[in-house]
C-alpha cells in the first residue's frame, strides 16, 4: 500500500527558549550566493530565475543526473558520509552475524561486480525453471509462491493502518501489476506514450535474453506481458482519481470479496503468502482493477500467465545480477528521465544497503552527524510555527467556528518527530551470509521486511515507527498518525543553519516545517481527524468552499505550459501546492513572531543583511531551496508521475498569490510575476 504522509499541532505560546535564544542576525547571507542572483531578470518579471540563474549555471547537469538540485547537493552530502560510515565499518573486520557485519556485505556483495558477472543469470535460473515447469493444475500454487516471494502479479495486497480506525491493522487489496506504473504509457497514443511503451518492450526482451530466453521465446514473453499490463492499465484509476482517499476505502466482508473475486482463492491467499487467517474485512481500494486481475486470472492461458510471471520474477531480480541486466535497466531510464550516464556502482550499493538496512546505518549517521543542538532549536521553530497556523486557522474567512475548533484541535494534538526514531529497528534475525549470491541476500532482505510487515496484524499500531532513515534528505506527513517528521540529514544549510539569520531559517526549514503541517490540511489530509481517523470533521458549507478554492489553484497550475503542448496537471499536485502556499504563509507570520519577540524591527536598515530586507531574504532563501537544472525528459516523466510541481513553478505560480511577497520586492500590476487581487487562491 501506498502510505498517506500528514502532521500538525497548536500552542498558545509563541516560541521557545532554544528558538528565541538564538544570537543576533548575522550581517552577512549565509545560505544565499548573492553572485548568484540574476540582475538582468527583475523579481516582477521571473522571480525564480533572479534568484537561481547563476546557481544554474554554476551547477550544470553532469551525465548521470537527470535533474540536479538543492535537494541532491545535501544528498551528495550525505551519500559521501554514508559511504564513509559503511567502509569504516568494513576495515574493522566485524564480526559474523552482527549488524555492522550485515551492512558491510551487502555493500560489498554490491560492489563486487566480479562475482556478478560470472554468476550471471545463475541465481535465479531454477526459480524460472519452475515457473516454466508447473502443471496446470499447480498453476494456483504458482500464483500463491510468486505473490509470498518475489512480486505481486496482478494485484497487491497487505496490512496497513485502518483508514477509519488507525489504532489498528486493516486488510487492503489493491490494484497494480503494471512494469509502467501509471495507466497512461499503455493506453495514450501520443508520440511520448508510445516512445515509453516502446522503450519498455525492448527492456523486457533484453532482460529475458539476459536471463537465457532465446530471441522468439523473448519475443513471445513481450507480447503476452504488454497484453496483460495493457488490460490492467485499462481498470487503473487515473492519477487525479488516484487523489481521491475516500473512494478508495471499499469495506467488503471477507465472504463478499470471495464471491466479488472467485478466481482467486482467498483462504489459501491469505495463509500461505502472509501466514495470517483469513481476515474479517477487507479494504479494496480499487474495485474495478481488482475485478480486472480477476477476470484476467480467470481467462487467461497458462503460457500467458507464466510468461507474465516470468518478467515479474526478471524485473525484481534485474538490480541484484550481472552488469548486462544493469545495463539494459539503464537503457531504459535513458529513456524515461534523460540521464546519459550510470550512477557510479558505490552509489548504486549506498541504495541497495540502506533499501535493506537503512536504520541500522541511520543510527551511525545520527550519532557522528546530528548534534542535540540542531534538535532543541527544531524543537523551538516547530513550535513557533504551530503557533502561526493556529493564528491562520482563527482568521479564515471562509471557515465557520465549528470547522476551525475541529482543526485546532487536529493542530493541537499534531505529534513531531526530529532527526531519528527513539526505537531502532531490530535486525538480529535477519539472514546475511557473503556465501550466497548477492541475489540470494537481497531476496533474504525482502523476505525479512515483509514478515516484519506481516507480523504487525493483530497488534497494536506502533506510533514510534518512522516512513524514512534519518539520512534521507526529505520530511513528510502521515495523516493516519497525525505526525510531522523531519530527519536528521534535511537539517542542513540551505534549510537549516545554525549560523545563519532568522530570515533564510525561516525561509527554508521553516518553509518545510510549515509545509508539512499543512499537509494535514490539503485535499487528502483534511479527510482524517485529530486521531489519524477519516472522519468529515467538517460542515458541509465549509467544505464546500475550500472545494471552490482548489479549484482556482489548480487551474492556475494547469494553465502553466511546461514544455511546448505540455502543461502541469494541477489536480494532481493540488495537494503539495496547497502545502507550498500554507508553507510559506505560515513561516512569514511564524518569521515575524520571532522578531517582534526579540524587539527586532524588520522595516529598519539595522535588520537588513547584506542590504536585503529580511522579508526579501525570506522569500529568497524559498526560492533557493528549488533551484535545479533539469531535462526534458525528465520534466514530462515527472509531469506524468509526481505528484509535486516542477521546481520553477513552486517558487513563480505560489508566489503570485502572496501579497507580502509583492510588497517585498515591490511588485506592482503590469510585471509577469504580479497576479490581481481577484485572481488570487489563498486557502491556509
Same mark, same amino acid.
Given at each position: 500500500?501506498?502510505?498517506?504522509?500528514?502532521?500538525?499541532?497548536?500552542?498558545?505560546?509563541?516560541?521557545?527558549?532554544?528558538?528565541?535564544?538564538?544570537?543576533?542576525?548575522?550581517?552577512?547571507?549565509?545560505?544565499?550566493?548573492?553572485?548568484?542572483?540574476?540582475?538582468?531578470?527583475?523579481?516582477?518579471?521571473?522571480?525564480?530565475?533572479?534568484?537561481?540563474?547563476?546557481?544554474?549555471?554554476?551547477?550544470?547537469?553532469?551525465?548521470?543526473?537527470?535533474?540536479?538540485?538543492?535537494?541532491?547537493?545535501?544528498?551528495?552530502?550525505?551519500?559521501?558520509?554514508?559511504?564513509?560510515?559503511?567502509?569504516?565499518?568494513?576495515?574493522?573486520?566485524?564480526?559474523?552475524?552482527?549488524?555492522?557485519?550485515?551492512?558491510?556485505?551487502?555493500?560489498?556483495?554490491?560492489?563486487?561486480?566480479?562475482?556478478?558477472?560470472?554468476?550471471?543469470?545463475?541465481?535465479?535460473?531454477?526459480?524460472?525453471?519452475?515457473?516454466?515447469?508447473?502443471?496446470?493444475?499447480?498453476?494456483?500454487?504458482?500464483?500463491?509462491?510468486?505473490?509470498?516471494?518475489?512480486?505481486?502479479?496482478?494485484?497487491?495486497?497487505?496490512?496497513?493502518?485502518?483508514?477509519?480506525?488507525?489504532?489498528?491493522?486493516?486488510?487492503?487489496?489493491?490494484?497494480?501489476?503494471?512494469?509502467?506504473?501509471?495507466? @497512461?504509457?499503455?493506453? =495514450? &497514443?501520443?508520440?511520448?506514450? #508510445?516512445? *515509453?511503451?516502446? %522503450?519498455?518492450?525492448? +527492456?523486457?526482451?533484453?532482460?529475458?535474453?539476459?536471463?537465457?530466453?532465446?530471441?522468439?521465446?523473448?519475443?513471445?514473453?513481450?507480447?503476452?506481458?504488454?497484453?496483460?499490463?495493457?488490460?490492467?492499465?485499462?481498470?487503473?484509476?487515473?492519477?487525479?482519481?488516484?487523489?481521491?482517499?475516500?473512494?478508495?476505502?471499499?469495506?467488503?466482508?471477507?465472504?463478499?470479496?470471495?464471491?466479488?473475486?472467485?478466481?482467486?482463492?482467498?483462504?489459501?491467499?491469505?495463509?500461505?503468502?502472509?501466514?495470517?487467517?483469513?481476515?474479517?474485512?477487507?479494504?479494496?481500494?480499487?474495485?474495478?482493477?481488482?475485478?480486472?486481475?480477476?477476470?484476467?486470472?480467470?481467462?487467461?492461458? @497458462?503460457?500467458?500467465? =507464466? &510468461?507474465?510471471?516470468?518478467? #515479474?520474477? *526478471?524485473?525484481? %531480480?534485474?538490480?541484484? +545480477?550481472?552488469?548486462?541486466?544493469?545495463?539494459?535497466?539503464?537503457?531504459?531510464?535513458?529513456?524515461?528521465?534523460?540521464?546519459?550516464?550510470?550512477?557510479?556502482?558505490?552509489?548504486?550499493?549506498?541504495?541497495?544497503?540502506?533499501?535493506?538496512?537503512?536504520?541500522?546505518?541511520?543510527?551511525?549517521?545520527?550519532?557522528?552527524?546530528?548534534?542535540?543542538?540542531?534538535?532543541?532549536?527544531?524543537?523551538?521553530?516547530?513550535?513557533?510555527?504551530?503557533?502561526?497556523?493556529?493564528?491562520?486557522?482563527?482568521?479564515?474567512?471562509?471557515?465557520?467556528?465549528?470547522?476551525?475548533?475541529?482543526?485546532?484541535?487536529?493542530?493541537?494534538?499534531?505529534?513531531?518527530?526530529?532527526?531519528?526514531?527513539?526505537?531502532?529497528?531490530?535486525?538480529?534475525?535477519?539472514?546475511?551470509?557473503?556465501?550466497?549470491?548477492?541475489?540470494?541476500?537481497?531476496?533474504?532482505?525482502?523476505?525479512?521486511?515483509?514478515?516484519?510487515?506481516?507480523?504487525?496484524?493483530?497488534?497494536?499500531?506502533?506510533?514510534?515507527?518512522?516512513?524514512?532513515?534519518?539520512?534521507?534528505?526529505?520530511?513528510?506527513?502521515?495523516?493516519?498518525?497525525?505526525?510531522?517528521?523531519?530527519?536528521?540529514?534535511?537539517?542542513?544549510?540551505?534549510?537549516?543553519?545554525?549560523?545563519?539569520?532568522?530570515?533564510?531559517?525561516?525561509?527554508?526549514?521553516?518553509?518545510?516545517?510549515?509545509?508539512?503541517?499543512?499537509?494535514?490540511?490539503?485535499?487528502?489530509?483534511?479527510?482524517?481527524?485529530?486521531?489519524?481517523?477519516?472522519?468529515?470533521?467538517?460542515?458541509?458549507?465549509?467544505?464546500?468552499?475550500?472545494?471552490?478554492?482548489?479549484?482556482?489553484?489548480?487551474?492556475?497550475?494547469?494553465?502553466?505550459?511546461?514544455?511546448?503542448?505540455?502543461?502541469?496537471?494541477?489536480?494532481?499536485?493540488?495537494?503539495?501546492?496547497?502545502?507550498?502556499?500554507?508553507?510559506?504563509?505560515?513561516?512569514?507570520?511564524?518569521?515575524?513572531?520571532?522578531?517582534?519577540?526579540?524587539?527586532?524591527?524588520?522595516?529598519?536598515?539595522?535588520?537588513?543583511?547584506?542590504?536585503?530586507?529580511?522579508?526579501?531574504?525570506?522569500?529568497?532563501?524559498?526560492?533557493?531551496?528549488?533551484?535545479?537544472?533539469?531535462?526534458?525528459?525528465?520534466?514530462?516523466?515527472?509531469?506524468?508521475?509526481?505528484?509535486?510541481?516542477?521546481?520553477?513553478?513552486?517558487?513563480?505560480?505560489?508566489?503570485?498569490?502572496?501579497?507580502?511577497?509583492?510588497?517585498?520586492?515591490?511588485?506592482?500590476?503590469?510585471?509577469?510575476?504580479?497576479?490581481?487581487?481577484?485572481?488570487?487562491?489563498?486557502?491556509?
Amino acid at each position: 500500500m501506498k502510505a498517506i504522509n500528514i502532521a500538525l499541532a497548536m500552542t498558545v505560546a509563541l516560541g521557545t527558549a532554544a528558538a528565541s535564544a538564538q544570537a543576533p542576525a548575522p550581517e552577512h547571507l549565509k545560505s544565499l550566493k548573492p553572485e548568484y542572483f540574476d540582475n538582468n531578470t527583475p523579481a516582477g518579471t521571473d522571480f525564480y530565475t533572479h534568484i537561481n540563474r547563476g546557481w544554474e549555471l554554476a551547477h550544470p547537469l553532469t551525465p548521470e543526473h537527470s535533474r540536479y538540485g538543492a535537494f541532491d547537493i545535501l544528498n551528495d552530502s550525505s551519500e559521501s558520509r554514508v559511504k564513509q560510515i559503511i567502509l569504516n565499518l568494513g576495515s574493522e573486520n566485524p564480526q559474523p552475524g552482527s549488524v555492522a557485519f550485515k551492512v558491510w556485505t551487502i555493500y560489498d556483495q554490491a560492489m563486487d561486480s566480479v562475482r556478478r558477472n560470472a554468476e550471471g543469470a545463475k541465481p535465479i535460473l531454477a526459480d524460472l525453471k519452475r515457473i516454466e515447469t508447473t502443471p496446470h493444475e499447480g498453476m494456483e500454487d504458482l500464483f500463491l509462491w510468486m505473490h509470498g516471494n518475489y512480486a505481486s502479479p496482478f494485484f497487491g495486497a497487505g496490512p496497513m493502518e485502518d483508514l477509519a480506525n488507525s489504532q489498528v491493522y486493516a486488510m487492503y487489496v489493491s490494484g497494480g501489476g503494471m512494469g509502467l506504473g501509471d495507466r @497512461d504509457y499503455y493506453l =495514450k &497514443d501520443d508520440a511520448r506514450n #508510445k516512445e *515509453v511503451r516502446e %522503450a519498455y518492450k525492448k +527492456l523486457i526482451q533484453r532482460q529475458m535474453q539476459n536471463a537465457g530466453y532465446s530471441k522468439k521465446d523473448a519475443s513471445r514473453i513481450v507480447k503476452n506481458v504488454m497484453k496483460i499490463e495493457t488490460a490492467l492499465a485499462d481498470s487503473a484509476l487515473t492519477r487525479e482519481e488516484s487523489r481521491n482517499i475516500v473512494a478508495m476505502y471499499n469495506p467488503r466482508s471477507f465472504e463478499q470479496l470471495k464471491e466479488m473475486y472467485p478466481n482467486i482463492n482467498w483462504d489459501r491467499f491469505f495463509i500461505e503468502t502472509m501466514g495470517i487467517p483469513s481476515p474479517e474485512q477487507v479494504i479494496v481500494t480499487e474495485l474495478k482493477s481488482v475485478d480486472q486481475a480477476n477476470k484476467l486470472m480467470g481467462s487467461l492461458t @497458462d503460457r500467458e500467465i =507464466k &510468461d507474465y510471471y516470468l518478467w #515479474k520474477y *526478471v524485473a525484481q %531480480a534485474a538490480g541484484a +545480477l550481472s552488469d548486462n541486466f544493469a545495463k539494459a535497466s539503464f537503457d531504459f531510464s535513458k529513456v524515461m528521465s534523460g540521464v546519459q550516464e550510470q550512477r557510479p556502482r558505490w552509489k548504486r550499493a549506498l541504495d541497495a544497503t540502506e533499501g535493506a538496512m537503512g536504520e541500522a546505518v541511520g543510527e551511525l549517521y545520527v550519532e557522528k552527524y546530528f548534534p542535540r543542538s540542531s534538535k532543541e532549536y527544531m524543537v523551538g521553530l516547530v513550535e513557533n510555527l504551530r503557533t502561526a497556523l493556529g493564528k491562520h486557522i482563527i482568521e479564515l474567512d471562509w471557515m465557520s467556528t465549528d470547522t476551525k475548533l475541529n482543526a485546532l484541535n487536529k493542530l493541537n494534538s499534531f505529534t513531531v518527530k526530529i532527526g531519528y526514531p527513539d526505537k531502532w529497528k531490530d535486525y538480529s534475525t535477519l539472514q546475511i551470509d557473503p556465501k550466497l549470491s548477492y541475489y540470494e541476500n537481497l531476496h533474504n532482505v525482502s523476505m525479512w521486511h515483509q514478515a516484519d510487515t506481516y507480523s504487525k496484524w493483530g497488534k497494536p499500531v506502533d506510533r514510534t515507527e518512522w516512513g524514512m532513515t534519518p539520512q534521507t534528505v526529505n520530511a513528510y506527513y502521515n495523516p493516519l498518525a497525525n505526525e510531522i517528521v523531519f530527519p536528521a540529514a534535511i537539517l542542513q544549510a540551505p534549510f537549516f543553519d545554525p549560523e545563519a539569520s532568522d530570515a533564510e531559517n525561516y525561509g527554508g526549514i521553516g518553509v518545510v516545517i510549515g509545509h508539512e503541517m499543512t499537509h494535514g490540511f490539503d485535499d487528502q489530509g483534511r479527510n482524517f481527524d485529530a486521531q489519524g481517523n477519516m472522519t468529515d470533521w467538517w460542515t458541509a458549507e465549509d467544505a464546500a468552499k475550500f472545494e471552490e478554492k482548489t479549484k482556482g489553484l489548480i487551474a492556475q497550475f494547469d494553465a502553466v505550459e511546461v514544455l511546448p503542448g505540455l502543461h502541469a496537471n494541477g489536480q494532481y499536485t493540488l495537494g503539495e501546492n496547497i502545502a507550498d502556499q500554507g508553507g510559506l504563509r505560515v513561516a512569514m507570520t511564524a518569521f515575524l513572531d520571532s522578531q517582534k519577540k526579540k524587539g527586532v524591527d524588520v522595516t529598519s536598515d539595522a535588520a537588513k543583511i547584506d542590504g536585503y530586507d529580511p522579508m526579501q531574504v525570506f522569500y529568497m532563501n524559498y526560492a533557493n531551496l528549488w533551484a535545479t537544472n533539469i531535462r526534458d525528459e525528465e520534466i514530462r516523466s515527472l509531469t506524468t508521475g509526481d505528484v509535486h510541481s516542477l521546481g520553477r513553478n513552486r517558487v513563480n505560480v505560489t508566489l503570485r498569490n502572496i501579497a507580502p511577497f509583492f510588497e517585498a520586492f515591490s511588485i506592482t500590476e503590469g510585471q509577469p510575476m504580479f497576479r490581481p487581487v481577484n485572481e488570487r487562491v489563498i486557502i491556509w
